[in-house]
T-cell receptor, first 112, second 113 residues
Framework: GQQLNQSPQSMFIQEGEDVSMNCTSS?????WLWYKQDPGEGPVLLIA?????ELTSNGRLTAQFGITRKDSFLNISASIPSDVGIYFC????????????FGKGTLLTVNP | SQTIHQWPATLVQPVGSPLSLECTVE??????LYWYRQAAGRGLQLLFY??????ISSEVPQNLSASRPQDRQFILSSKKLLLSDSGFYLC????????????FGAGTRLSVL
């Protein structure tokens, strides 16, 4: 089945630094989603991308839909302690109208 | 607006006991409903999904079952829990033309001892 390779697996940064993470696939996606999961909570949708090349911002977060449609990037600027959590990329599973494929997540730790 | 409720938030059960986790969605009709399990290693594993009342698709054969007795109610069950059933269980929903955007509940932390 489809797989999403998300990197890095974890990041340890200082408050105020910028963060960049990415997600790649061997197959084409027509939608890319980015979720954030706070410790002990369910994932929350941050950004949805629908078109190749699309660049979308949500506050300090910016995500891009790669031109090849096989990758996506999430950037966080000027990180703050509440950015701590696991960030997941996701996209529709091939051959299914209802399922998503998720990356394994990037664990972000922000040191104040 | 739509909301999703999941309960209980935490549960400690002995091995061999039954399980029933409930998820309900408010503010929408005929949602697609999903059960995921998240082990300590972070990945989300899809267990079951349903696109209508009484319709259940199973993704991973295991000790669990799911049912959808009402349009906006999704139940995860087990007759006899195993130690390996421990984990964080998440319910999610999606709807209509935005079927590929799923919204998650707060999760249930299950510990089987």
């Amino acid at each position: 089945g489809q797989q999403l390779n998300q990197s890095p697996q974890s990041m340890f940064i200082q408050e105020g630094e910028d963060v960049s993470m990415n997600c790649t696939s061997s197959s084409i996606f027509n939608t890319w989603l980015w979720y954030k999961q706070d410790p002990g909570e369910g994932p929350v949708l941050l950004i949805a991308l629908y078109k190749a090349g699309e660049l979308t911002s949500n506050g300090r977060l910016t995500a891009q839909f790669g031109i090849t449609r096989k990758d996506s990037f999430l950037n966080i600027s000027a990180s703050i302690p509440s950015d701590v959590g696991i960030y997941f990329c996701a996209g529709p599973s091939g051959g299914s109208n209802y399922k998503l494929t998720f990356g394994k997540g990037t664990l972000l730790t922000v040191n104040p | 607006s739509q909301t999703i409720h999941q309960w209980p938030a935490t549960l400690v059960q002995p091995v061999g006991s039954p399980l029933s986790l409930e998820c309900t969605v408010e503010g929408t009709s005929n949602p697609n409903l999903y059960w995921y399990r998240q082990a300590a290693g972070r990945g989300l594993q899809l267990l079951f999904y349903s696109v209508g009342i009484g319709q259940i698709s199973s993704e991973v054969p295991q000790n669990l079952s799911a049912s959808r007795p009402q349009d906006r109610q999704f139940i995860l069950s087990s007759k006899k829990l195993l130690l390996s059933d421990s984990g964080f269980y998440l319910c999610a929903w999606s709807f209509g033309w935005q079927w590929n955007i799923q919204y998650f509940g707060a999760g249930t932390r299950l510990s089987v001892l």
